[in-house]
């Protein structure tokens, strides 16, 4: 699409209007037509998004909500493999690429609808032939090559659970999930590359289960040559794949039936199984792949998260298979072999859809424009952000260097709970940068002081979800009171443990975590806001703040900044800094400390992990950081 002269600038009012041509050719053209039906029947809507997709029993009630348990699409029967795959292969797509693989060395791998479907048939028997059954926990921990998405389906395939386990996760984390799935059986491969080094994931599993008697077999996909040896109680993924008939048929799933636990990242204590059903997961992940990123036949989309966070299930695996997308996934790390490796990829690809976080966006801002400036993006039609504020400087850059000043950006807010995207600014509605946007048609959202009475618009409060939602988590495994704990906290609402402010036109900008705030002489100050702030100054690439307590202040603001390449530190430059947060947030959170470092500790997933900082700033225990890149 060419760009229209007038979306390259903000408007007046600081929005950016898309070419009316999205809109146009959106799926979703109206967004208050669309947001207005589902206020006037909200099981209908949810019903007739459901219709779009193949059941083999509907259901008696769309939902049945029980304060604080909901069933959706009750009593209805599905298998989410069938809408992945056997719909596109009755469909017309069956030659059309469902998965295009890219490794390290710029091999590639294509897998159409109907080799996909062979695959995972081929797989998900071979699962039967070990003896799994429906209901059985199967841990899967891979490298992102196609074989983790097979290993996926098939095992929705037969209605066994899947917990996938993020492959950068050490052995520790590993066998913590093991255990508490009670998985009785692995999935992996001998290897993962990395950075063109090898990581030996094997090896990491097996020293998992020494702690995790529970698990009966290991199935291993061989990649290195010569071929590693196994065990008796090891099982060749090939091998298995080859015994396995092309045919298998899927198990017939009760819509609430579980589909997955996966694991929270943990930004602090113990990881949480949240746990996804069939039916409500299928819809609200196809409803949102294909609206938000406004899925057509012709795209490709780049998700660039690993299948190992809910990003990856939702976007890289269900969501839009079940769209019916061609979807890239890749074993390559943004800078690897130089910052230009994922620019290059969408040039040699033709992606049209990317999907990123904006710790990868604030990196590439780092590097330069001369990397994205050496290859053709024109095939981007849209830009997405997930899993942190898309603070307004990352959103200029991503909007101007990597979109051209024409692609709308789809800034996502939700959350492993919620399972799909819940707020954000619909393909052709204005743009508004450090704003995700209004929640998405299908979703009621708000924000609300502690006893959960809405906020004046301007002022922060907590963001909640005030009703039910097809993919929200049914429970945290093992734990219920855990999940009840979402819904106590606030009356009546589901707690995101997010702090957001609502404009006067509906648009949320989201702070950060509560858990990340704040309190400087009684004001609440959110980190991300200061964060921001210091952001937005040309020499800094990334930032964190934390407090500290102070006998007076409550707490004082210390932050943490990495600069960017070839910039230097200065008392000059500190002061600059703190002038600028001043200006942009409030006297109160100036930092009183600025201290320059080279990394921050972040969760595998990207997250800055404050805690760690703010018990190094204190001298005390960090508690668990064995899944962290510190
Ligand atoms: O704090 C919010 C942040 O990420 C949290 C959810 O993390 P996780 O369960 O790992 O899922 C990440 C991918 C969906 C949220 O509570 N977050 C996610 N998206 C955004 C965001 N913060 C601001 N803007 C977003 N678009």
Redesign the pocket.
Known sequence: MEPSPDTGSADPAGYYRPDPRYRQEAWLKDYSAAYESFLADREAFWEGVAGELDWYARWDAVCKWDYPNARWFVGAKANITVNCLDRHLAGGRADKTALLWRGEGGEERRFTYRELATAVNRFANGLKSLGVQKGDRICIYMPLVPEQIVAMLACARIGAVHSVVFGGFGSAALGTRIRDADATLVITADIGLRRGKVIPLKEIVDEALQSAPGVERTIVLRRADPPMSLSPREVDFGSLMEAGGADCPPEVMDAEDPLFILY??GTTGAPKGIVHTCGGYMVGTYYTAKTVFDIKDRDLLWCT?DPG???GHSYVVYGPLAAGASVLITETTPDYPDPGAWWKIVQDCGVTIFYTAPTAIRMFMRFGEKWPEQYDLGSLRILG??????NPEAFEWYYHVIGGGCCPIV????????GMIM??TMIGEPMRPGY?GRPIPGVEAAVVDREGRPVPPGKSGFLVITGPWPAMLRTVYRNDERYREYWHTIPDCYT???LAVQEEDGYIM?L??GDDLIIVSGHNIGTAEVESALVAHEAVAEAAAIGKPDPIRGNTVKAFVILIEGQTPDERLTRDLQALVRRMVSPVAVPSEIEYVDALPK?R?G?IVRRVLKARELGIDPGDISTLEV
């Open positions: 929270t990242s998260a966070w809910i990003t952000s997930v899993g942190e504020p898309l800034d996502t807010w939700w959350q492993t709970e919620t707020i954000t995700a995101t443990g997010d989201v950060g975590r969760t997933s997250k």
